[in-house]
C-alpha cells in the first residue's frame, strides 16, 4: 500500500523558511511524477511545484523564485525548501505521487499533509 507521509511544517513569521519532506513508501518517488500541492482555508487545493521522473521541474507562478522542489531517490523522499515565506503562504501542504513519469495527468496518491502557518 502506498503511503506518502509529510513532515515539516509549522509556524514562522514571514520571511523566514521551511523544508517540507515527504517520505514515500512502497512507491518509487525516482521514477514517477511528485508533487507539492496547498489547500488555504476557504480557497481550492492549487498545485505549488512538481517534478517529473526525468526531473523536469514546474513551479507555480507564486513559488516561482522562492520555493525549490527536490527529490532524494536514496532515501526515496520529496522535499520542498520554502523560502522568502508569506502570510499568504499559510496552508495545508500535501505531497503528491502519480503512478506515471510525466505530470500531465491527476495524481493518483496523496499524503495527509503537513500545515504551514505565517505569520506577518
Known amino acids: 500500500q502506498v503511503q506518502l507521509v509529510e513532515s515539516g511544517g509549522g509556524s514562522v513569521q514571514a520571511g523566514g523558511s521551511l523544508r517540507l519532506s515527504c517520505a514515500a513508501s512502497?512507491?518509487?518517488?525516482?521514477?514517477?511524477?511528485m508533487g507539492w500541492f496547498r489547500q488555504a482555508p476557504g480557497k481550492e487545493r492549487e498545485g505549488v511545484a512538481n517534478?517529473?521522473?526525468?526531473?523536469?521541474?514546474t513551479y507555480a507562478a507564486s513559488a516561482k523564485g522562492r520555493f525549490t522542489i527536490s527529490r532524494d531517490n536514496a532515501k526515496n523522499t520529496l522535499y520542498l525548501q520554502m523560502n522568502s515565506l508569506k502570510p499568504e503562504d499559510t496552508a495545508m501542504y500535501y505531497c503528491?505521487?502519480?503512478?506515471?513519469?510525466?505530470?500531465?495527468?491527476?495524481?493518483?496518491?496523496w499524503g495527509k499533509g503537513t500545515l504551514v502557518t505565517i505569520s506577518s
Open positions: 503528491a505521487g502519480s503512478s506515471r513519469g510525466f505530470c500531465n495527468r491527476g495524481m493518483d496518491y
Open positions: 512502497a512507491y518509487t518517488a525516482s521514477s514517477s511524477c
Open positions: 517534478i517529473t521522473a526525468y526531473s523536469t521541474i
